[in-house]
Each structure stands twice: as C-alpha cells, then as structure tokens.
C-alpha cells in the first residue's frame, strides 16, 4: 500500500510559478512510475507529466512541454512538479498518482494510487 500527499498549490498571476510537491509512503518508491494529473470543473482528469521509475524517463502533454518540468528525488521518496508561465487555462485540482506497473503513463487507469489533490488557481 501506498500513499500519497501532495502540497504546494495556491493562487498564482498568470505567468508566474509554482512547484508542486508528492510525498509517498513506502520502501519501495524508487521504482515506482509516477504521475501528475489535473482536473478542472466540469472536466475530465488528464495527464500533466509523469517519470518512470530507476531510469527516471520523462513524459510530458503537449499543453505544458516547455512550462513544466517533473522530476523526483528517491532519497526523499518525493516527486515534484515545477510550473513555470503559468497560465489561466492551468487551473486545476493537480493530483499525484502511482503505480509500479504502468504501460501507457499517460492513462488514469494505469495508477491504483492517488492523492487528495491540491488547488492551483491561475488569474489572469
């Protein structure tokens, strides 16, 4: 079992940044493949950016390549999403997801272990 807890959203102008944290429980974190997904009202949850585990490979949707940059410290047991030049259209509740066996990391169904989710509010 693991659990995850994210921290670091808020109320940011547009253009501005900010960095999103996911602490997890567990031993095994390292080898975990982990996820950022967002949903807005009204909306579908969908992928942000996610990092496999040991290799450490990125992915990222097209709406945030350049902007936002996922990376996680194993010693910490932390995977962390910076967002730089923010954007109205980023609002969203930003969950962090887990899982050890992930095909396709871009699929909600992939992951059987989420976050509460944590607010980030873009004003334009």
């Known amino acids: 079992q693991v659990q995850l807890e994210e921290s670091g959203g808020g109320l940011v102008q547009a253009g501005g940044s900010l960095r999103l944290s996911c602490a997890a429980s567990?031993?095994?974190?390292?080898?975990?493949?982990m996820g950022w997904f967002r949903q807005a009202p009204g909306k579908e949850r969908e992928f942000v950016a996610g990092?496999?585990?040991?290799?450490?490979?990125?992915y990222y949707a097209d709406s945030v390549k350049g902007r936002f940059t996922i990376s996680r410290d194993n010693t910490k047991n932390t995977v962390y999403l910076q967002m730089n030049s923010l954007k109205p259209e980023d609002t969203a509740v930003y969950y962090c997801?887990?899982?050890?066996?992930?095909?396709?990391?871009?699929?909600?169904?992939?992951?059987?272990?989420w976050g509460q989710g944590t607010q980030v509010t873009v004003s334009s």
């Open positions: 990092i496999r585990g040991l290799g450490g490979s990125t």
């Open positions: 997801a887990g899982d050890l066996r992930v095909k396709d990391i871009t699929q909600v169904y992939e992951y059987d272990y």
């Open positions: 567990g031993r095994t974190f390292s080898i975990y493949t």
